[in-house]
């Protein structure tokens, strides 16, 4: 026995933290071209939704950004996001389905059943629909068309080079979180919402290109969209001992909120199908809704960044925030139902910030903007299910970094209740309805720590390579003796294991006929010997089972290779069924005894 505490195993254990390998610079690399294109791709977007909206609301040419605060618009207004829709509507009958909704389940649907190849129309039609769409007074964000767009791009980049699937995901992805970092400036916000929602894995593979994307993305919005918070606040106050509880509370109520509007969005979604005419047309309808409500209060028309500034800095008076909350509610809720085209942040944070303004007037402390950044950054956790994106995006989008600890009660308090009372989110609902369900629980797979000595069976019964194969069958098809295994390993003099026999193959040699004294040693027809060791992990034998097409493999020792035990599929849903028990077991460990009587 070894003297050392621990002792230096037979074999280098090789296995490592992480399944890096030198494609991680190949991809690197292609993530620079990535993050220029998603910036780029950005910087395009938001100058087409300005020119359609000086084009259809005033009729003049020019990609400086509109405000509709503080207008006053005509009736025949009421007619152009009808007109925009149609067009849109069109588009996606004659162009491409995929252009329909707002962009963040495309992306995943694409990811996960699309082998991340996207089309180059959908590249082009994207961001032209969505423009189209909130230029035409849409109620929507450009985020959720611009991650569309940016994966786009990416997966387009990927399919010109000899990439599997998995790097295909990544420069997708990178795209996506270029997009959105080049319109918020948002870098790690957007690095998390990948890990959150789209990467389906954290791996040194995907998350270094990724980020790498967000970075470059970062560095072009100064010459691309200006420098700095998009919406720069510093209006925290000092809270008492109690004040993070509060801010809890304000993330339950925006959680309920949160819940409230996913079903509402699928209920009219609903009702939109059971109508007789082609989808289409339902554009059409949810451009009308928009119209008059713009009619009524033209500020919830497009993007609204200017309504996310009043609500930071507290300039809308009580029954302006509420009417605006409404407002904007019901056109965006029917909009998006209808099947347009456009994204979901922008609408979400002026609708938590507007519950969160209103909330403000009966909050012992803080100021309007102090509880409105609460709400759209609780909003954001509890609908995306993404509270450590929603955190980080808050911090970033005001530039305060003093309000992560309050944004973050909020956020994680509505994701709290959104996840217990909600079965999916409103970005996974969709993609449910279209068939696919989507996990996005991560966990340590089971199969990538447990040793196959854990789960093999033992002691393992063998056959001798030198006994004949008449001996064998005879062995196989006699009703005497225990049978522990289905398939036994063949071994040589020397105790290594040369090929295994199961009872298929026995029964196989029967019906082909065989040469009775010819032995096991010499059968041509044994399968091709396939092992596993005792101090691999589970997951490596399991793949090695699938690539074989097999059932069954002995577990030999690395040095000598004589037999140890044997895996069966069997086996390995041991270690499965470990994580259930230990899911599922209560116990309690600790006990307080009563005192004893003294002797």
């Avoid at 509109?66 to 007619?79: D, N, R």
């Avoid at 609204?304 to 019901?330: M, P, Q, S, T």
Wanted: charged share 15%; glycine share 10%.
């Amino acid at each position: 026995m070894s003297n050392k505490p621990d002792s230096q195993p037979d074999h280098i254990d090789r296995l490592r933290d992480f399944t890096a390998d030198p494609r991680l610079l190949i991809l690197s690399v292609m993530a620079v071209a990535c993050g220029t294109a998603g910036a780029g791709a950005a910087w395009v977007l938001l100058k087409l939704i300005a020119a359609c909206t000086n084009i259809a609301y005033f009729q003049r040419f020019s990609v400086e950004p509109v405000s509709f605060s503080g207008i006053h618009l005509p009736v025949w207004t009421i007619a152009v996001p009808v007109i925009g829709s149609l067009i849109v509507g069109l588009m996606a009958r004659f162009g491409s389905e995929k252009i329909r909704g707002h962009g963040i389940p495309e992306a995943i649907e694409a990811i996960l059943i699309g082998e991340s190849r996207i089309a180059p129309k959908v590249a082009l039609l994207k961001p032209l629909s969505s423009a189209i769409s909130i230029g035409s007074g849409g109620p929507f964000g450009a985020e959720g068309p611009i991650i569309m767009t940016g994966g786009a791009l990416g997966s387009l980049f990927a399919q010109l080079f000899h990439l599997s699937a998995p790097e295909r995901k990544v420069l997708l992805v990178a795209g996506a979180a270029a997009g959105m970092t080049a319109v918020f400036g948002t870098p790690i916000a957007a690095i998390l919402l990948a890990v959150e929602l789209l990467l389906f894995e954290w791996k040194p593979r995907s998350f270094i290109p990724v980020a790498i994307a967000a970075i470059v993305a970062a560095a072009w919005r100064p010459f691309l969209l200006g420098a700095g918070p998009i919406f720069p606040f510093f209006g925290g106050p000092a809270m008492p001992w109690w004040g993070l509880g509060l801010c809890a509370v304000v993330g339950v109520v925006a959680g309920l909120q949160s819940a409230l509007m996913t079903i509402c969005l699928y209920a009219i979604e609903d009702l939109f199908h059971r109508l007789p005419i082609h989808w289409m047309w339902w554009p059409a309808i949810g451009g009308l809704a928009v119209g008059i409500g713009g009619y009524i209060d033209p500020s919830v028309l497009g993007v609204g960044y200017d309504n996310i500034r009043e609500l930071l800095h507290g300039g809308l008076d009580v029954f302006a925030v509420a009417l605006l909350l409404v407002d904007k509610a019901a056109i965006w809720l029917i909009a998006l139902s209808s099947g347009t085209s456009g994204g979901v942040l922008a609408p979400l944070l002026i609708m938590g910030g507007a519950l969160g303004a209103l909330e403000s007037h009966i909050m012992p402390f803080g100021g309007e903007g102090f509880w409105a950044l609460l709400g759209m950054a609780a909003i954001l956790g509890g609908t995306m299910r993404a509270p450590l994106t929603a955190s980080l995006f808050a911090v970033e989008l005001t530039g305060d970094i003093h309000m992560l600890a309050p944004v973050m009660a909020a956020s994680i308090a509505a994701f709290a209740l959104t996840v217990l009372v909600m079965s999916r989110s409103i970005l996974t609902e969709r993609i449910a309805r279209r068939g696919l369900h989507v996990t996005r629980e991560y966990a340590i797979d089971p199969f990538l720590h447990t040793r196959v000595e854990q789960v093999m069976a033992k002691p393992v019964h063998t056959l001798a390579a030198a006994i004949s194969v008449r001996e064998a069958v005879d062995f196989f098809v006699t009703i005497e003796g225990p049978r522990r295994h289905k398939s036994y390993p063949v071994v040589a003099e020397t105790g290594r294991v040369i090929g295994l026999v199961s009872r298929t193959d026995v029964l196989h040699w029967r019906r082909e006929g065989w040469a009775r004294d010819a032995t096991l040693a010499d059968r041509e027809g044994m399968p091709a010997l396939v092992v596993g060791y005792p101090d691999e992990l589970v997951g490596h034998v399991a793949d090695r089972m699938a690539a074989h097409d097999i059932g069954r493999l002995p577990i030999v020792d690395r040095i000598t290779g004589q037999p140890v035990g044997i895996v069966a599929r069997r086996d390995l849903l041991r270690a499965r069924a470990k994580v259930v028990h230990e899911e599922k077991e209560r116990r309690r460990l600790l006990r307080f005894s009563s005192a004893t009587s003294r002797a």
